[in-house]
Structures are given as C-alpha cells and as structure tokens.
C-alpha cells in the first residue's frame, strides 16, 4: 500500500510540473448529434497557430458519455472552442477547475518518472476483474498493468466504453455501482438497460453497515 502511494504522489508531482510547463486546462462539452469534437479540436489548433503558437494541443481527453466530452490542451484553444461553441452545435460548455490538459500529449514529460518508480513496485495479477480506461479492457498481467498505468498519462479516459465492458454479463446479475449518484446518471445515458438494472451502491452506507 505504501508503495502505492508513493507511485501516486510520484506521478502527482510529474504532471503538475509538466502543467506548469504550459498555459492548458480541461473543458467539458456537452453537444447536439451533429456535434463534431474532432473537426472542433482541429479548428481550435489552427486558430493557435494563427496566434504563433507552435505544435499547439486540443484535443478529446474523456470520452464520459454519447455527445458528452472533456477536451483538453492549451488555454487559448478551449477559449476558443468556448467562444464558438454555437458553430460546432456545442449546447454546454464549462472549464473544469484543474491545473493542467490531463491526459494528453501535455503530460508527456509526466510518463517516465512514473515509468521508473512502476519498476520498483510489485504488481501482481488483479483477484477480481479490473478495467483501465485506456481502452476499456480488463488488466491481463502485472506488465499489462504497469504499460497501461503510463500510457493512461497521455491516453484519453475511454469512461463511455469501459461502462460497457464492465456491464457485459449473465441476464439476472445485479450491476452495482457507486459511490455517488453522478456515475448512475452517466450510465444512463450511457446504456439505458444497465441503468434500469444497476444497484447504487454508497461507501458511507457500507461503512456504517460494517460497524
């Protein structure tokens, strides 16, 4: 456990510097069907440019549900996404309060620290089945773990996909999920028929439960 923490607060560290390094920050977008993020993002990287900002980033950092993202990269970009929001059919737009573009090209310094520390902590095979979000994918094995742990850095968080595979199972088995009630509102509009049968579950409740 202790190594584990360690490995957090190295990787902590490692991608508030690399925050630092760059104006940049987190937008989450809600748009209509016709919402283009992609087109949206490449827009936003030539209106950099045109600022004199070289190899500028903008970019999808969170796939959290169908027409709902969280695009990330340098300041000027989310601004301008901001300020166009009409033009590419985005209905919500708000910054989210967190120094850096997470899970981009950004923290692309922030994966070789994290790289060394991973070497010196025993990983072993997960009891239970455990996704990353890297690709919605269950872990297979201790160096499958510790590849993914680093490319999660800079990969988008594929949240819509790996609600999917987490759900795939035998008609009748409960889905539980928690804690907090904002994961089941995204199920839902993730997967309507795993919402329906999803339990909420609440640490809290199970705390007081346990005692």
């Known amino acids: 456990f202790s190594a584990a923490l360690y490995a ?33 993002c490449l827009e936003a990287r030539k209106h950099c440019q045109a600022l004199g900002i070289e190899d500028p980033v903008c970019e999808i950092s969170n796939y959290l549900f169908p027409d709902g993202r969280v695009i990330a990269g340098h300041l ?11 033009k590419y059919y985005f209905t919500r737009t708000q910054m989210l309060p967190v120094s850096g573009a997470f899970h981009t090209r950004l923290m692309e310094p922030a994966t070789e620290p994290l790289a060394e520390v991973l070497k010196s902590v025993e990983i072993q095979k997960p009891l239970v089945c455990v996704y990353s979000n890297v690709d919605g994918k269950k872990y297979m094995h201790s160096k499958h773990i510790q590849k993914q742990l680093v490319k999660q850095v800079v990969s988008p968080v594929m949240w819509e996909q790996t609600m999917h595979s987490v759900y795939e199972r035998e008609k009748g088995i409960e889905f539980p999920l928690g804690p907090g009630k904002q994961l089941g509102a995204v199920l839902k509009k993730c ?11 609440d640490a809290l409740e199970d705390e007081e439960e346990a005692e």
């Open 191 to 201: 997967n309507l028929k795993a919402w329906k049968q999803y339990n909420h579950v």
């Open 76 to 86: 000027q970009a989310l601004e301008f996404l901001q300020e166009n929001a009409r």
């Open 8 to 40: 957090v607060k190295v990787r902590a560290e490692a991608m508030q510097k690399a925050s630092e390094a760059v104006p940049s920050g987190m937008l989450s977008v809600v748009g209509r069907r016709e919402a283009n993020y992609k087109f949206a």
